[in-house]
């Protein structure tokens, strides 16, 4: 037997919460300050609620680099979570959970807070991200934050779903501008089987490595290029006015 609570007229009891399956038996009673049990009895009611799943109201995000308002209201969540940063301290906000499908396969996504403005005495929010399903358990932190910042970046592989939660470290509400920051899709002749032909003696063309990624022969950000020369004998190839991004 265990005390969760005392509990006071139209209070919720906030103790009940992240139970394993099985019966369970609540003792009522009635007692003052001092410990001596009041001459009557108080009247209550009591009832017993489904806890709300966050799996159940997941929102898609469609695209990336796209701002994103978040509206949590206040009150407990339902998943038991640790803050990112002092993992001992338990997480008490509710939780708002969506997902993200990309297209492309990059280790440059990243996740950005605009702004956050708590709807009370909030402080920090935590975000997590997830692989393939949503469910309480298994998240990777992002960040722990109480104003605008960017995460380190992390990966994304195309055609994967991936389960973003935001969840206040306090029960007071939050409303959270944010966005997934998407890699810039990589370039046309990123394959060597995609090269872009040179024309011999013609001018120079423009190119760059942005989005750019490895082949299997190089563990490099790499472009192809390809020259049909029409004579025999040395040529040279020239790359000029290199600049960094």
Request: hydrophobic residues 30%; proline residues 7%; glycine residues 8%.
């Amino acid at each position: 037997t265990s005390c969760i609570d005392q509990t006071l007229n139209g209070e919720l009891e906030s103790g009940l919460y992240n139970l394993a399956a099985g019966t369970y038996f609540v003792r009522v009673y009635d007692y003052n300050l001092s410990g001596t049990a009041y001459p009557t009895t108080t009247d209550f009611t009591i009832q017993v609620v489904t806890p709300f799943d966050p799996c159940s109201a997941v929102s898609t995000v469609g695209a990336c680099n796209t701002a994103v308002n978040t509206v949590i209201a206040s009150g407990i969540g339902e998943w038991t979570a640790y803050d990112c940063t002092f993992g001992s301290t338990q997480l008490v906000g509710k939780e708002v959970v969506y997902s993200y499908t990309p297209t492309l396969t990059s280790s440059a996504y990243s996740f950005t807070i605009n702004s956050m403005t708590p709807n009370g005495g909030g402080n920090y929010i935590d975000v997590f991200y997830k692989a393939t399903t949503c469910s309480p358990t298994g998240w990777t932190c992002l960040l722990d934050v109480n104003g605008p910042t960017t995460s380190g970046t992390f990966t994304m592989n195309a055609g994967t779903t991936y389960y973003f939660a935001i969840k206040p470290e306090l029960s007071s509400g939050y409303t959270v501008n944010w966005q997934i920051n998407c890699p810039p899709p990589p370039p046309a002749n990123d394959d060597c089987g995609s090269a872009i032909a040179l024309t011999v003696d013609a001018p120079a063309i423009a190119g760059s490595l942005s989005g750019a990624t490895p082949t299997s022969v190089s563990s490099y950000n790499d472009v192809g290029y390809s020259a049909t020369p029409t004579c025999r004998g040395t040529h040279t190839v020239t790359s000029n006015d290199f600049s960094p991004t």
